[in-house]
């Protein structure tokens, strides 16, 4: 090939790659999604499963699909507490959250968090105002890997626990306001839920109403544990802890059901046991 064919080879090359730039960012300013299965996604698809390596922009990250999940590619390394316990940081809006239900016995200076392993002594703390945790149906092996603990407020309160913190170093349990900013990033209350639930039935029992979990938050239905020790609500709802005060003995929490897509904030007893999701210093 001569010298003047190469040149010419190579400047349209360079045009042709100047067009499809011009056409990936038109449409990517008008608010369209360009969609090439297992590359690059500008835009939430909630419909289709991508293919794993899939790479989107949500409009605040650029997340990964594993094949079951998205994870940020700019958020660092996996967060790990005392125990061990892996997460993943997410970016929702301009909060930073980790992307599953706390599952920790000890707070992040290694003491350990008393455990209740029977309806008597979750009773007791509750009466004594005394941090616990506990499993769903006190059972570890079955419902703490899928769905996390359950706190009740003085595990995570500083008056109560002596000051610690149960959430890995650099991160801390969210306030009333943080998760009311959550659920207006994600819409308001009529809709942030079904952006932040699991989809499907493994986690939620049917209809699991309006999940599509574009947020990557895979929230879960954890369910609670009553001030006397009973335990309700698995697959049916996630209660998320907050370290706000409201109304003695109340503290503020989000709740998530399977029967809607709304996320709704509210007050209940300190002593029942509820998740905690945990969100950047």
């Known amino acids: 090939m001569n010298k003047v064919n190469r040149i010419g ?31 690059i996604q500008l ?6 499963v991508p293919a794993a390596g899939t790479i989107r922009w949500t409009g605040a ?35 930073i959250w980790l992307d599953r239900n706390l ?12 455990l209740s392993s029977n309806a008597g002594e979750w009773n007791t703390a509750a009466v004594n105002l005394l941090p616990s945790y506990c499993w769903y149906n006190d059972d570890q092996l079955t419902n703490g890997i899928s769905y996390g603990a359950l706190y009740n407020f003085y595990a995570l309160d500083s008056t109560s626990n002596g000051g610690k913190n149960v959430c890995p170093t650099g991160w801390i349990v969210p306030s009333k306001t943080d998760i009311e900013r959550l659920r207006e990033n994600l819409g308001g209350q009529n809709i942030a839920g079904g952006k932040l639930k699991e989809v499907g039935f493994s986690f939620w029992l049917s209809p699991n109403y309006g999940a599509n979990n574009i947020s990557g938050f895979s929230a879960v239905g954890a369910g609670r ?48 046991g509820m998740s905690i999701r945990c969100i950047r210093e």
Do not use: C
């Open 225 to 272: 544990r009553g001030p006397s020790g009973t335990f309700a609500g698995l697959k049916t709802n996630d209660y998320i802890r907050t370290r706000t005060l409201e109304n003695y003995p109340n503290s503020t929490y989000g709740l998530l059901s399977a029967s809607d897509e709304m996320f709704v904030v509210s007050e209940w007893n300190n002593g029942i």
């Open 9 to 39: 080879r190579v400047w349209k090359m360079k045009y042709l790659n100047m067009i499809i730039f011009l056409f990936v960012i038109t449409h990517l300013a008008k608010g369209q999604k360009i969609i090439t299965n297992g590359s």
């Open 103 to 114: 599952k920790t016995s000890k707070y992040n200076d290694g003491t350990i968090i008393p």
């Open 61 to 95: 990250d650029f997340e990964g699909w594993t094949g079951s999940r998205w994870l940020s590619l700019t958020l660092g390394d996996k967060v790990m507490d005392v125990d061990g316990n892996v997460y993943y940081p997410i970016k929702i809006g301009n909060q």
């Open 43 to 48: 835009g939430k698809d909630t419909i289709n």
